[in-house]
């Protein structure tokens, strides 16, 4: 599938994979080397991120992991401005998205400071969906669902709902590490490719998460190269965005899986 997203009047093609690198502007974020409190700290990561060649800066202002306790609405609120502000003033043509579960938040990201993409962690909610609706702007839909079936099923119905109310650009995150053990987790990745079954663009996000580490038995820190290798996978079963730590790597994995990808197509013409 041929996927694009309505950046503001600008078409974002995916045909290409997309990298989305992360930006966390909390003090609780489960991998440390992503937190950027500060100014300097926050135009620094913003500066790598574009530079390493992402093309999507996601900032997040409320921490999801696991046992967290979320930051009130007027904390995340005021962590976002201060990063917006300096995110837009260091990389001003950046695509940013916003990873946010609260309309009010997504709607002060998008009127004050235009930000382009809500990244929504909650499985949705009806007063999310018409504020983004209203919004007028590409949203991620994440499942929290244990398996391919229920998520298809979930999905069904959450999409249906959006499209009722206008939303227009929508791309699917199947949630790993939400809500899924270590093994549904490697099983939703197997069957990715079904997901395109929705003939829309699929967000993955598996960047360093206990999947990883847990599995392997290292830490968060030593989880690049497991992370690298998942990535590769989702690559080959069709993820268009690839949401990441290490945004270097990630648009190296990009570049390879679809050139190798253009090479499998040449010779099967020439066949």
């Known amino acids: 599938m041929q996927y694009t997203l309505n950046i503001k009047g600008r078409l974002m093609e995916l045909t290409e994979p997309q ?5 966390n502007v909390t003090p609780d974020s489960f991998y440390a080397a992503s937190r950027a409190e500060t100014k300097e700290a926050i135009a ?88 983004v609706a209203r919004l007028g702007i590409p949203y991620v839909l994440m499942s929290v669902q244990p398996d391919l079936r229920q998520t298809l099923l979930a999905f069904s119905q959450k999409v249906q709902q959006l499209r009722d109310l206008g939303q227009k650009d929508i791309i699917l995150d199947p949630g790993f590490g939400f809500g899924k053990t270590l093994e549904q987790n490697y099983a939703l990745l197997n069957e990715l490719d079904k997901l395109l ?10 960047s360093r998460k206990s999947m990883i580490y847990r599995l392997l038995g290292i830490s968060q820190a030593e989880a690049l190269n497991g992370t690298t290798i998942l990535n590769t996978i989702a690559l080959t079963k069709g993820a268009s965005i ?21 090479s499998a197509s040449s010779s099967d013409n020439r066949n």
């Open 197 to 206: 079954v929705m003939e829309l663009p699929v967000l993955v996000g598996v």
């Open 19 to 23: 990298v989305m690198g992360i930006l």
């Open 44 to 131: 620094e990561r913003a500066r790598q991120i574009a530079g390493e060649g992402g093309t999507i800066i996601d900032i997040g202002a409320c921490s999801t992991r696991p046992g967290s306790q979320p930051a009130s609405q007027q904390e995340e609120t005021e962590r976002l401005r201060m990063a917006l502000r300096v995110v837009r003033l260091t990389v001003p043509d950046a695509v940013v998205s916003v990873d946010t579960f609260r309309p009010d938040v997504a709607r002060m990201a998008v009127e004050e400071f235009g930000v382009d993409i809500i990244n929504d962690v909650s499985e949705g909610s009806t007063e999310m969906f018409r504020m």
């Open 242 to 262: 690839l949401r990441v730590h290490d945004v270097k790597e990630a648009v190296e994995c990009c570049r390879l899986t679809t050139q190798t990808s253009l």
